[in-house]
Nanobody, 132 residues
Framework: VQLQAFGGGEVQPGGSLRLSCAAAGFRLDNYHIGWFRQAPGKERQGVSC????????HYIDSVKGRFTISRDDAANTVYLEMTSLKPEDTGVYYC??????????????????????????WGQGTQVTVSS
């Protein structure tokens, strides 16, 4: 199970970016997919998660109303649409899943104690920089 995240870049505060998480060699349809980020000098943080066959996602409070997670099973891709970006959104963004296809995986994206245990397959990160 191999994931690849891309779409990062540098934007000014208030700007937007869309990140993509693509799968290599397998179908994403039956997988929960989480997005995580790591700011310089800080621990990795869960940002959002989406379950299979469900259009709505889960979000941490600091990104609710600004970020939207979605999936396009035909394109075998999960997206993270980020709007109204703030400097504190800066970091390396990763997508991840569980290659054992744990059925309740999105319950664990918020807590580092759990997501390090249950999200077993990680893509390489993509850098997002929000700066004026």
């Amino acid at each position: 199970v191999q994931l690849q995240a891309f779409g990062g870049g540098e934007v000014q505060p208030g700007g937007s970016l869309r990140l993509s998480c693509a799968a290599a060699g397998f179908r994403l349809d039956n997988y929960h997919i989480g997005w995580f980020r790591q700011a310089p000098g800080k621990e990795r943080q869960g940002v959002s998660c989406i379950s299979p066959r469900i259009s709505s996602g889960h979000y941490i409070d600091s990104v609710k109303g600004r970020f939207t997670i979605s999936r396009d099973d035909a394109a075998n891709t999960v997206y993270l649409e980020m709007t109204s970006l703030k400097p504190e959104d800066t970091g390396v963004y990763y997508c991840a899943t569980d290659h054992f296809q744990r059925s309740d995986l999105c319950r664990y994206y918020r807590s580092s104690s759990y997501f390090r245990r249950y999200f077993t397959s990680w893509g390489q990160g993509t850098q997002v920089t929000v700066s004026s």
